[in-house]
């Protein structure tokens, strides 16, 4: 396949907001202006509104009222974990983190050497919650960082558990592994890794990549922090809430500002007619475990930002395409992981948050379904999965990458 080269201009990622900002605004131009950005259709409606400085905030406390949020968030006991009403759907998206993982680091090893290293950065890593899954893929160093101090510290003890355990079980597995407190959004992480210049295979950015689409200059700088210490070959993946589901049932919605159910509920702060690029800020509240400020990504303009670092759109597929494409491999995980629900239909007639499930029921038959109830269903649909490969490149006289692009 005949290379095509795409260079952008190369970057200085200071932590100066000034600085960045002015950074990111020669970046944008002329390769990925905000007008490229509007003009990129995707496969949906694009009503965007285009970037201006008014839309990148100069004070925003924004990470302060995450990281608060995010700290005060105590962890569930199982018993309680077992009361939720989304007990069923936050393991169904660990189910998805687990099939994402376990896909790329399948693709990562296929290209590898028996015993080369296989270093990865959970890019906001929160409690923890994908440790055991870096530990069954058999990984051999980890970065973990997040903005919640507590989080971090957690996450930090979860780690020295499993090392614990590791000593004492020829099936645990030993890897070493890095931690540290830190907004990607405003800060270079590679300058805070052990070793600034490790080279890392993959990069994870579970449930919270959007958050730094509060800004180009936070956006920008989250995309490098992802791009910069990856292989070529290496992927960064992502789940993020889908802008474009978002704004479908947003625009169904009774009064246009807000819409959802029992488990969750969205609702904008300001004006959407069209949202603009970054800053599109909307209130999200998913039962016991969030409640705080997100913000809308809209993919083409990250597929843009993606490629101006090196990077190159590998996969975007809704929640319900993925759960389709990995039911048959999947199956027996996410039962095991309690990703559904097991019901029987006879008993759930008369229940609307079951009422899905009679278009499988074949008679009067009393055999139990895995599924998720309609509320968690609608939460969990709400989001996508995504991937993008790092591509290989040179540099030109000064000093700029040059990226190959197969396309
Ligand atoms: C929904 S949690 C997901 C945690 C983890 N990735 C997982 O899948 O279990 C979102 C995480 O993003 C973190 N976060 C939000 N904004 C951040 C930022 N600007 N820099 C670093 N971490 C951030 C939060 O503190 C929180 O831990």
Same mark, same amino acid.
């Given at each position: 396949?005949?290379?095509?080269?795409?260079?952008?201009?190369?970057?200085?990622? !200071?932590?100066?907001?000034?600085?960045?900002? *002015?950074?990111?605004?020669?970046?944008?131009?002329?390769?990925?202006?905000? %007008?490229?950005?509007?003009?990129?259709?995707?496969?949906?409606?694009?009503?965007?509104?285009?970037?201006?400085?008014?839309?990148?905030?100069?004070?925003?406390?924004?990470?302060?009222?995450?990281?608060?949020?995010?700290? *005060?968030?105590?962890?569930?006991?199982?018993?309680?974990?077992?009361?939720? =009403?989304?007990?069923?759907?936050?393991?169904?998206?660990?189910?998805? $983190?687990?099939?994402?993982? #376990?896909?790329?680091?399948?693709?990562?090893?296929?290209?590898? &050497?028996?015993?080369?290293p296989m270093r990865v950065l959970d890019m906001c890593c929160g409690k923890g919650g994908d440790l055991l899954k870096w530990e069954k893929?058999?990984?051999?160093?980890?970065?973990?960082?997040?903005?919640? *101090?507590?989080?971090?510290?957690?996450?930090?003890?979860?780690?020295?558990?499993?090392?614990? =355990?590791?000593?004492?079980? $020829?099936?645990?597995?030993?890897?070493? #592994?890095? @931690?540290?407190?830190?907004?990607?959004?405003?800060?270079?992480?590679?300058?805070?890794?052990?070793?600034?210049?490790?080279?890392?295979?993959?990069?994870?950015?579970? @449930?919270?990549?959007?958050?730094?689409?509060?800004?180009?200059?936070q956006a920008d700088c989250m995309v490098r922090n992802a791009a910069e210490c990856l292989k070529p070959g290496g992927f960064f993946i992502?789940?993020?809430?889908? #802008?474009?589901?978002?704004?479908? &049932?947003?625009?169904?919605?009774?009064?246009?500002?807000?819409?959802?159910?029992?488990?969750?509920?969205?609702?904008?702060?300001?004006?959407?007619?069209?949202?603009?690029?970054?800053?599109?800020?909307?209130?999200?509240?998913?039962?016991?475990?969030?409640?705080?400020?997100?913000?809308?990504?809209?993919?083409?303009?990250?597929?843009?930002?993606? =490629?101006?670092?090196?990077?190159?759109?590998? %996969?975007?597929?809704?929640?319900?395409?993925?759960?389709? !494409?990995?039911?048959?491999?999947? =199956?027996?995980?996410?039962? %095991?992981?309690?990703?559904?629900?097991?019901?029987?239909?006879?008993?759930?007639?008369?229940n609307e948050e079951y009422s899905h499930i009679k278009q499988f029921v074949k008679g009067n038959s009393s055999r139990s379904l895995g599924?998720?109830?309609?509320?968690?269903?609608?939460?969990?649909?709400?989001?996508?999965?995504?991937?993008?490969?790092?591509?290989?490149?040179?540099?030109?006289?000064?000093? $700029?990458?040059? @990226?190959?692009?197969?396309?």
């Amino acid at each position: 396949m005949s290379k095509h080269i795409e260079q952008f201009q190369s970057s200085r990622l !200071e932590d100066d907001s000034d600085d960045a900002h *002015e950074a990111s605004q020669q970046q944008m131009s002329p390769a990925t202006t905000s %007008r490229d950005a509007k003009e990129t259709t995707v496969d949906d409606d694009d009503e965007w509104k285009e970037e201006t400085l008014d839309n990148v905030p100069e004070n925003s406390n924004m990470q302060d009222v995450v990281a608060s949020h995010y700290n *005060e968030l105590k962890e569930a006991g199982r018993t309680e974990r077992l009361k939720s =009403r989304i007990f069923y759907m936050r393991n169904f998206n660990n189910w998805i $983190k687990s099939q994402l993982i #376990a896909e790329y680091l399948h693709c990562i090893k296929s290209q590898q &050497r028996v015993g080369d290293p296989m270093r990865v950065l959970d890019m906001c890593c929160g409690k923890g919650g994908d440790l055991l899954k870096w530990e069954k893929a058999l990984i051999t160093h980890l970065i973990c960082t997040d903005i919640a *101090e507590v989080s971090v510290e957690q996450c930090k003890r979860r780690y020295e558990d499993i090392i614990q =355990r590791a000593e004492t079980s $020829k099936f645990a597995h030993k890897f070493t #592994a890095e @931690f540290f407190v830190c907004d990607s959004t405003l800060v270079r992480l590679r300058g805070r890794f052990k070793d600034a210049s490790m080279k890392l295979n993959l990069v994870s950015c579970q @449930f919270a990549f959007h958050y730094s689409f509060e800004s180009l200059t936070q956006a920008d700088c989250m995309v490098r922090n992802a791009a910069e210490c990856l292989k070529p070959g290496g992927f960064f993946i992502a789940t993020i809430p889908d #802008a474009y589901e978002i704004m479908k &049932r947003l625009k169904l919605s009774n009064n246009g500002r807000s819409f959802g159910n029992e488990v969750y509920k969205i609702e904008f702060v300001s004006h959407t007619d069209p949202p603009p690029l970054f800053g599109a800020k909307y209130q999200f509240h998913l039962e016991g475990v969030v409640d705080c400020p997100e913000f809308l990504v809209h993919f083409p303009t990250l597929i843009k930002l993606c =490629r101006k670092h090196g990077l190159k759109l590998e %996969r975007k597929t809704t929640f319900s395409d993925y759960y389709k !494409e990995n039911i048959e491999k999947g =199956r027996s995980l996410l039962y %095991r992981m309690n990703g559904l629900e097991t019901v029987f239909p006879n008993r759930l007639s008369q229940n609307e948050e079951y009422s899905h499930i009679k278009q499988f029921v074949k008679g009067n038959s009393s055999r139990s379904l895995g599924t998720l109830s309609k509320s968690e269903w609608e939460a969990a649909s709400l989001y996508l999965v995504c991937a993008f490969r790092k591509c290989e490149n040179s540099f030109d006289r000064e000093g $700029k990458p040059v @990226f190959m692009f197969d396309d």
